[in-house]
């Protein structure tokens, strides 16, 4: 079974950078696509960000393009979420998820594929 861990939350001033890595192990990760998912109180689960198992290929939300940069380094089995220019609105807790997808190019912001869950980080953008 695939557990992933984030780390790298914190507090940070409007258009600070913060780097959060989601942390694989129990099986290899690289036959994973993961997810990043973030969450506020009193508000839906939001996909921001997912990379695919092979390819390379990535998407974002809307919300975060041009801002948010996801990688994934397979050999130390971790899959960060660069986060710059950030806004107040960017406050959440942020999850990763993984699906794991056969080595295909597959990618998905909606919650439902995704299996494994991390138990989530928070960011916290104020002044």
């Known amino acids: 079974q695939l557990q992933l861990v984030e780390s790298g939350g914190g507090l940070v001033q409007p258009g600070g950078s913060l780097r959060l890595s989601c942390a694989a192990s129990?099986?290899?990760?690289?036959?994973?696509?993961i997810a990043w998912f973030r969450q506020a109180p009193g508000k839906e689960r939001e996909g921001v960000s997912c990379?695919?198992?092979?390819?390379?290929?990535?998407n974002y939300a809307d919300s975060v393009k041009g801002r948010f940069t996801i990688s994934r380094d397979n050999a130390k089995k971790t899959v960060y979420l660069q986060m710059n220019s950030l806004k107040p609105e960017d406050t959440a807790t942020y999850y990763c998820?993984?699906?794991?997808?056969?080595?295909?190019?597959?990618?998905?912001?909606?919650?439902?594929?995704?299996?494994?869950w991390g138990q989530g980080t928070q960011v916290t953008v104020s002044s």
């Open positions: 129990g099986f290899s990760l690289e036959y994973y696509a």
């Open positions: 998820a993984g699906r794991r997808t056969f080595g295909s190019s597959w990618l998905s912001l909606s919650a439902e594929p995704f299996v494994y």
């Open positions: 990379i695919s198992s092979v390819g390379g290929r990535t």
